[in-house]
Every structure is written in structure tokens, then in C-alpha cells.
């Protein structure tokens, strides 16, 4: 049973467009969210988080949404650039002192298109 | 400042025999983890260390999986016999701590390929 979820194995989009990346959950104990980047043959980098206290959370032209009611999360890229093509994984974890352990989503393939 | 380090990067095998894979993390960082990434999934946390000591090693297959961080710096991830099922990319992470806002820093993976 998948516990978070990346329903949109891939995504393309045009160079300087808005890439939407879509990520949802099932475990309500989930508290805090993170997004990775991958690219082949490196391991994944973090690129952002957000606290279940909050809805939104920027940094520089990625911005992480969270629906809690709707245990729904997005990143969007603004504008896309042919360098952000990766790989992108949604993560989550339970906030529970000492006993952090992330699930990992299975993925979105970004291909931005110059 | 170095990444996190891991040897070999590709490694070929037939069933049932040994292999080994090696982790050296960022210098300070005392959080150590041992992920699996099967393709087209996202990674699974094996063990995790804290210094030497393994503190969540419940996802770890003890029957055939071992892993140990001596000196509470280097660690290796030992399998031993492989199987088919278990080629996949070994990823190595670690962390500055384990508070939820220290960040995890993955390496670039050991693939293994189980023939």
C-alpha cells in the first residue's frame, strides 16, 4: 500500500512555462513534507519542504503547496528551465521526535522542452 | 566540502554470491542512512544509524542483510547470499542530525546487478 502517492509518472513542459508537479498521501500522521530532485546517476538532492502548519512555502522559483484536508501536495517551477529536467520525489514523514523516517513517492519524470 | 562518498558505483554478480557496499559520509555528520531504490520506485529506508549505534533497522532483511558503522563514520551494507531480487541502486545518506529539519544528503548510489 502506497502511502504517498505520484500518480503522473511524467510531465513535459515548454521552457519558461509553469511545471505542476502533483504528489498525495494516505497516512494522516504525515506532518512534514519534502521535495527531491534526481538526476541520472546522482543520488537525489533536497530542494524543498513544508510544515503541515503551513500551506505554502517558496524558495526562489519553487513554491510547495499543501492541502491537508485533501492530503494533496504540488511544487510548482516558474518559470522551467531546461537544467530543472529530473527526476522529482515527494516525500513525507511523521513528526515524532527521533523517529523521522521518510516514504518516498515513485516519482515524476520532468522533461523541460527548450 | 566532499559529498557523501560510495564504492563501488556499479557492481555485477552471479546469485548467491557475496557482495559488499561501502558509505562515507559528509565529516560531522552523525546520522547515517542506508536506503534501496528498486526502478521506477522511490527510495526504502534499510537501516539507520545514529553514531555507531542502529536505530531503526526494522525495513533491513536480517536473514541475508547486515550492516555495521564502526567508529561511528564509515559504514558498510553487506549482502550476502544475493539474489535475483535484489539488484537495485544501494543509496547512502546522511544527515547533520537526526532533527526533522537536517537534511538528508544522498550519494550517488552503488547499482547492483544480481545474475
Known amino acids: 500500500d502506497q502511502q504517498v502517492k505520484q500518480n503522473s509518472p511524467s510531465l513535459s513542459v515548454q521552457e519558461g512555462r509553469i511545471s505542476i508537479l502533483n504528489c498525495d498521501y494516505t497516512n494522516s500522521m504525515f506532518d512534514y513534507f519534502l521535495w527531491y530532485k534526481k538526476y541520472p546517476a546522482e543520488g537525489p538532492t533536497f530542494l524543498i519542504s513544508?510544515?503541515?502548519?503551513?500551506d505554502k512555502n517558496e524558495d526562489g522559483r519553487f513554491t510547495v503547496f499543501l492541502n491537508k484536508s485533501a492530503k494533496h501536495l504540488s511544487l510548482h517551477i516558474v518559470p522551467s528551465q531546461p537544467g530543472d529536467s529530473a527526476v522529482y520525489f515527494c516525500a513525507a514523514t511523521p513528526v515524532v521526535a527521533g523517529s523521522y523516517q521518510l516514504t518516498f513517492g515513485k516519482g515524476t519524470k520532468l522533461s523541460v522542452i527548450p | 566540502e566532499a559529498g557523501v562518498v560510495q564504492s563501488p558505483r556499479y557492481k555485477i554478480i552471479e546469485k548467491k554470491q557475496p557482495v559488499a557496499f561501502w558509505c562515507n559520509p559528509i565529516s560531522g555528520h552523525n546520522t547515517l542512512y542506508w536506503y534501496l531504490q528498486n526502478l521506477g520506485q522511490g527510495p526504502e529506508l534499510l537501516i539507520r544509524?545514529?553514531?555507531?549505534?542502529?536505530?531503526?533497522d526494522s525495513q533491513l532483511p536480517k536473514d541475508r542483510f547486515s550492516a555495521e558503522r564502526l567508529k561511528g563514520v564509515d559504514s558498510t551494507l553487506k549482502i550476502q547470499p544475493a539474489e535475483l531480487g535484489d539488484s537495485a541502486v544501494y543509496l547512502c545518506?546522511?544527515?547533520?542530525?537526526?532533527?526533522?529539519?537536517?537534511?538528508?544528503?544522498f550519494g550517488p548510489g552503488t547499482r547492483l546487478t544480481v545474475l
Open positions: 544509524y545514529e553514531n555507531e549505534e542502529a536505530v531503526d
Open positions: 545518506a546522511s544527515s547533520l542530525g537526526r532533527a526533522l529539519t537536517d537534511t538528508q544528503y
Open positions: 513544508i510544515s503541515s502548519i503551513k
